[in-house]
């Protein structure tokens, strides 16, 4: 069944590419159309990311494209990759990767109903808590994620300032790896809008979702309503409100069912036109690989972006707690983060992106990674780069501690 799906998944992506290539052959003006490719070739001291190391030299080949198509009442949107890795001493399997990310909206009656067609193909961690996978780390610990989604809705403008949005939503969430707990997700949602002023809207609205696991049991019914505000104070700077307090009934009988109050609360400044400041804090649930239910996430986060002439820097400190449905289970990290580009020539650029998650357990378990990047313009459509990655990771009394380190060679090309 599993492949079946998959293959079905991959017919639709093809079919949706098809389609927008007749949209831009039918009327080039709204289409666009961009493919790529490139050529890579890495050497990894500790492929297995173990500490037993064992090291590899990789060739990496990546074709990919983008395509939007817009025109009347209906807009799409692809890009989609395929990467090959090939471990040429065997130290570890060799990888098909696919990243895909689809949207196709329709108005099918003007102004009124609209639906949304999406697909999110990517690699995930099989740990939530790990959260988004790094370029590059993708062949321990991950799974294939693929999520279908389709959107029928209505907009019914009640008053000059006043917007009713009510429809449906239905996702399929699929895993590659066994063990993973593959899922379908039903939603209905109402919600209302007002803007007091041009800087001052309300939100309110109550929404109904199902969660059915496949060839699992558990999975869930929530009831929830929504309450929010925004408020834009200058350009640029505004704060928001939002919380939605929601009832789960679990499936699985004698599971207590819950009371919860996801909520957030998001605050961004800009002291000029290159200087932002952000500061959030928030609950919510989160989709869980490992488990039929989601994840109670609480992450509060601050954040300070410059822009300058030569490129832009961003430096974070975020607080991440993962508890699970019955509040016994938790894992928390603390996640200092530092990011940005730098042009040092008109042709050369730096990349650099480096964070550090420390588990707040007594033993100050550290999960470390840092990527290093020079690329350099050789034409309008091509470039090559040089790349360095270092993960380390620390945990006290554990055998499984280990150091990995990457260096790459990259040629580009983009149409």
């Not at 098909?96 to 108005?107: M, P, S």
């Not at 509060?300 to 822009?307: A, I, R």
């Not at 357990?361 to 350099?376: A, C, E």
Request: proline share 3%; hydrophobic share 30%.
């Amino acid at each position: 069944m599993p492949v079946l799906r998959l293959s079905i998944a991959r017919c639709a992506y093809w079919v949706l590419a098809f389609s927008l290539l007749y949209g831009g052959v039918a009327c080039a003006a709204d289409f666009q159309f961009s493919p790529r490719i490139s050529v890579s070739s890495e050497y990894n001291d500790n492929v297995t990311q173990t500490k037993q190391a064992k090291s590899d030299f990789l060739w990496l080949i990546k074709p990919g494209l983008s395509a939007t198509y817009e025109h009347s009442r209906v807009f799409a949107n692809l890009s989609y990759d395929f990467e090959f890795k090939k471990y040429q001493e065997g130290n570890s399997s060799n990888e098909k990767n696919h990243y895909l990310n689809a949207l196709t909206k329709v108005e099918a009656l003007k102004e009124l109903f609209f639906i949304e067609v999406s697909d999110d193909y990517k690699k995930v961690f099989r740990d939530v808590t790990r959260g988004d996978v790094p370029e590059g780390d993708t062949n321990v610990n991950t799974t294939d994620q693929n999520t279908f989604g389709v959107k029928p809705y209505f907009v019914i403008p009640l008053q000059e300032r006043t917007n009713l949005t009510a429809g449906g939503e239905f996702r399929d969430i699929w895993y590659s790896k066994e063990g993973s707990v593959d899922k379908r997700n039903y939603r209905l949602f109402s919600d209302l809008t007002h803007d007091l002023t041009e800087r001052w809207s309300l939100t309110g609205g109550a929404g109904f979702e199902m969660q059915d696991p496949r060839f699992e049991e558990g999975g869930f019914k929530r009831y929830n309503l929504v309450i929010g505000t925004k408020y834009s104070y200058a350009e640029g700077s505004y704060v928001e409100l939002n919380w939605k307090p929601t009832y789960t009934d679990f499936t699985i009988q004698g599971a207590s069912n819950k009371q919860y109050n996801p909520y957030s609360l998001n605050l961004v400044h800009a002291f000029s036109g290159t200087l932002s400041a952000s500061a959030s804090t928030s609950m919510y649930f989160s989709e869980d690989p490992s488990s039929a239910d989601t994840l109670n996430t609480f992450t509060h986060k601050v954040s300070l972006s410059q822009q300058y002439d030569r490129g832009e820097i961003t430096c974070s400190l975020a607080y991440n707690d993962y508890e699970n449905n019955d509040s016994i289970s938790r894992s928390t990290y603390w996640r200092p983060s530092l990011g940005g580009t730098h042009s040092l020539t008109e042709r050369l650029a730096l990349r650099y992106n480096a964070y550090v998650d420390m588990h707040s357990n007594p033993d100050s378990d550290k999960y470390i990674f840092s990527m290093l990047g020079l690329s350099y313009s050789l034409s309008a459509s091509t470039s090559a780069s040089l790349s360095y990655r270092f993960k380390n990771s620390d945990k006290q009394g554990s055998a499984n501690d280990y150091t990995s380190n990457t260096l790459g060679l990259t040629l580009s090309w983009q149409y």
